[in-house]
């Protein structure tokens, strides 16, 4: 294996040097990039070379050239696009978000008449017929992969979505765009014989089928069309409130529109609110992995979760329009020391945050009960919390003497985003300096804590199969297998069928026998809106 690794491309390079090579080499090619990771890769001035067996492939000035006699229709260059990365967009500036990927503008929390919002919107809105030609591509290719499945499409196909990953970009379609890229690279792993999850499929191609689905309804539709990139400025940090960050609280991400990670919300000491987020593409199981894993910010070397319990000291940073900060070059960061609640107290908290102590009186999966000086005051879990790593937390709640149940809660609108546990009833690690970010953390109860008997937890153990798990399962077996995986298990549909009439969904029942009956993209979306709902 090369210990470098093979360059992204632009998805217009790929596509262009695919199209010229003939149907037959295609599947060659298709043979050779499965076996990419035995290439020896060379880095040069504009390009790079690779040993493709006994040949040469040279990439240069965007052009392929091939040592063998048929270049550049050739079976070694298709393989080399088939198997390198796509490239990301070109930024308008250096900066990207601080934790990676960042969120589609769709999920914002904030309005259209938000400022900060208006600014990552594109100045002007592509032509219709443009959004047409774009949507109308898609909807093909979403109606080829629901009638084929995505495991059984050709190297053709591949050139097709490549194609309109370029025209969405050139178009202005930011949120069809990233769709389209997060599909195109489920496709390239299955064509070099990469291990691709069903579930990924499913996600990346009814996101596809929804954006176009929204701009064919209404062209001018900005949520469907997306927000560019954000721009990122270098910030004011001279002087100790602003050059030291000091993160509140984090928060899971899980979006609708296939996204998922985690938000840390910071502020300065003069009293400015700024946010590291990571949220690539994936569901509710990538936030432990999220979380867990590598901040992106200067030089540190360090995890989010460990980002999110230390001050934090920055110079040369940038910051976009609604308090992104950004890691380009030049940032210079370290942590500082532990935030305590006596830190957060000392603190003038935004109006949309506040602390509450008392007494868990009770929790369930959606909100917790707090008996405080003031009365009873119910705090909710965000929904992204709810979808992650809360009922374990829950559980530990519920098992515990109530008396002993004491807590302090940071609380954001309604919501609860951190908690202190008072005299230590929850075990928490030293690592994790005294707080809980529902639905991001885990914790355990403290060896030989009173446990309360008298709670039913019964709720923990979630059914063999619901109407979630039905109607997910087929949704995947078509994305990857097509129509052909749909009536293999034709004799299933019957069954799941009764089960959800049994369990009292019978509209999910009807959209079922629907999507069986004809799996296309629209009956796809009917099965994700009900899920959704």
């Known amino acids: 294996m090369s210990a470098t690794p093979l360059p992204s491309l632009a998805p217009g390079v790929s596509a262009d040097a695919l199209a010229v090579i003939p149907s037959r080499l295609l599947k060659r090619a298709e043979k050779l990039a499965a076996d990419s990771d035995s290439w020896q890769v060379k880095l040069v001035d504009d390009g790079f070379r690779v040993e493709v067996g006994t040949t040469t492939v040279t990439y240069l000035e965007n052009k392929f050239e091939c040592s063998c006699l048929i270049s550049p229709k050739c079976a070694h260059i298709g393989a080399v696009c088939m198997a390198a990365p796509i490239a990301a967009e070109a930024e308008d500036s250096d900066e990207s978000p601080a934790g990676g990927v960042d969120k589609p503008a769709a999920d914002k929390a904030t309005t259209d008449t938000d400022s900060a919002a208006q600014a990552a919107w594109a100045k002007k809105l592509p032509a219709v017929a443009d959004i047409a030609g774009c949507v109308s591509q898609a909807q093909d290719i979403t109606s080829a992969i629901c009638d084929q499945g995505l495991a059984n499409l050709s190297a053709r196909f ?27 690279t489920l496709s390239q792993d299955a064509r070099v014989g990469k291990p691709v999850a069903r579930g990924e499929v499913a996600r990346q191609l009814f996101a596809v089928a929804m954006v176009a689905h929204l701009l064919d309804r209404d062209p001018h539709d900005r949520d469907a069309i997306g927000a560019a990139r954000r721009a990122y400025k270098p910030l004011e940090l001279s002087g100790a409130q602003n050059a030291t960050f000091i993160p509140l609280y984090a928060e899971p991400i899980v979006t609708t529109s296939g996204f998922a990670g985690m938000s840390i919300t910071l502020c300065t000491r003069g009293g400015d609110m700024f946010s590291i987020t990571k949220t690539p593409p994936g569901d509710a199981s990538a936030v432990p992995t999220i979380w867990y894993g590598p901040v992106r910010l200067g030089d540190m070397h360090c995890s989010h979760a460990h980002l999110a319990r230390h001050m934090l000291l920055m110079s040369g940073g940038k910051g976009s329009a609604d308090g992104r900060i950004g890691s380009g070059k030049g ?30 009186c009770d929790a369930t999966l959606k909100e917790l009960s707090l008996n405080t000086r003031e009365g009873i005051v ?48 929850l075990q928490l690690k030293p690592e994790q300096g005294g707080r809980i970010f529902p639905g991001l953390d885990s914790v355990s109860a403290v060896a030989g804590a009173p446990v309360d008997t008298q709670q039913q937890t019964d709720f923990a153990a979630p059914p063999t199969r619901g109407v979630s798990d039905v109607l997910t399962v087929w949704l995947e077996r078509c994305a990857l297998g097509g129509r052909s995986a749909i009536r293999t298990h034709h004799a299933a549909c019957a069954a ?27 009956h796809g979306l009917s099965l994700v809106a009900y899920l959704q709902s």
């Open 158 to 184: 591949h050139m097709q979505l490549l194609a309109l990953v370029r025209t969405t970009r050139v178009v202005g379609l930011p949120r069809l765009e990233r769709a389209i890229t997060a599909l195109a």
């Open 331 to 360: 940032v210079r960061a370290a942590l500082g020391q532990e935030v305590s609640l006596e830190l957060i107290r000392s603190l003038s908290l935004p109006g949309d945050l506040s602390l509450v102590s008392g007494v868990v």
């Open 378 to 425: 119910t705090v909710n879990f965000s929904a992204a919390a709810r979808r992650t790593n809360i009922r374990n937390l829950v559980n530990l709640i519920l098992a515990t003497k109530p008396d002993d149940r004491g807590v302090t809660c940071l609380i954001h609108g309604s919501e609860v985003v951190c908690l202190w546990p008072e005299d230590n009833w």
């Open 496 to 522: 799941d069928v009764r089960l959800l009439n049994d369990a009292g969904a019978p509209y999910a029942a009807e959209l079922l026998q629907r999507f069986v009956t004809d799996p296309t993209p629209r």
